[in-house]
């Protein structure tokens, strides 16, 4: 494992992070949920990144069962508030009342008395920037959260944020954007402006949920047992699933072949080719798939690689700053 400092803080974290926004809670049983927790950890993953909205609260649970007896100091935990959490008005959002309950029950739920960075999971247009962002400082100063983060926030937004962090005298160290080969939305507005502020990306679906490992085919169906496959697929991944995006796909095979890596280990060590990524985030069902996707870590990628990647998935790639998710 390869380690990498956030933002321009002191924080070291993991070059590859454990994430369990499909998983723990609802996709996987909580025995395999714990299994793959214990691969990461054997595999030298330190940085673990959750939601307190992941399986309406549960992923939260299990990931702070999971770690339990694990030595704290040699933990990252990460979680994040914003998407509703209960029925009230305000069970959701970047007011301070919802930014101070959450963090108090998310770390009951992680069994922690701290998260290393708690990030706003969305920018909120309803609420005034200052009030979140005082509220997030609050809670850095009583010793809840040791730096902030944010999550899909857009370029402005980011630096808008950081200008009040400064003011109040707290760190504003990471965005946690959408990153793939094919999905690219950050590179021309978010990752310069996220540079000259002091933040670092940790990025999320750098698979394109699953789609670069390549076992999604043009013009066949998904099995059933795939996340394809699945009758509650949304959006952002039906996306991807085109014939076009997915032919592409498999025309990055036999790059992945002639340096000796797997289709997941090339689309993981790609983003981790981009110097503004500190983490990139995998998931995992099965501890086999933490084995593979940590292979990545510390794989170089030479310029005349990129370049082949760039050939191959030509028109396919979405640039569109615009994109960045809002929902």
Known sequence: MEYRRLGRSGLTISEIAYGNWLTHG??????????????????????FDTADVYAQTKAESVLGRALAGQRREGLEIFTKVYWP???????RGLSRKHIIESCNASLKRLQTDYVDLYQAHRYDETVPLEETMTAFADLVRQGKALY????????????????????????????????????RVIESEVVPTSEKEGLSQIVWSPLA???LTGKYKPGEQPGADTR???ASVGGSMQGFLTDEILGAVQNLRPIADDLGLSMAQLAVAWVLQNPNVAAAIIGASRPEQVHDNVKAAGVKLDDDVLKKIDEVLGDVVERDASKTQRG
Not at 36 to 46: E, K, M, N, R, Y
Not at 154 to 177: M, T
């Open 85 to 91: 959490t209960g029925p009230g008005p305000n069970d």
């Open 148 to 183: 902030i983060g944010v999550s899909e926030w857009r370029a402005d937004e980011i630096a808008a944020g950081a200008a009040l962090a400064r003011d109040l005298g707290i760190q504003l160290i990471s965005n946690q954007p959408q990153y793939s080969m094919l999905w």
């Open 228 to 230: 394809a496959g699945h």
């Open 26 to 47: 609802s996709q996987v049983e909580e025995d395999a949920a714990h299994a793959c927790v214990s691969a990461a950890l054997d595999a030298g993953i330190t940085t």
């Open 209 to 211: 949920q699953g789609v």
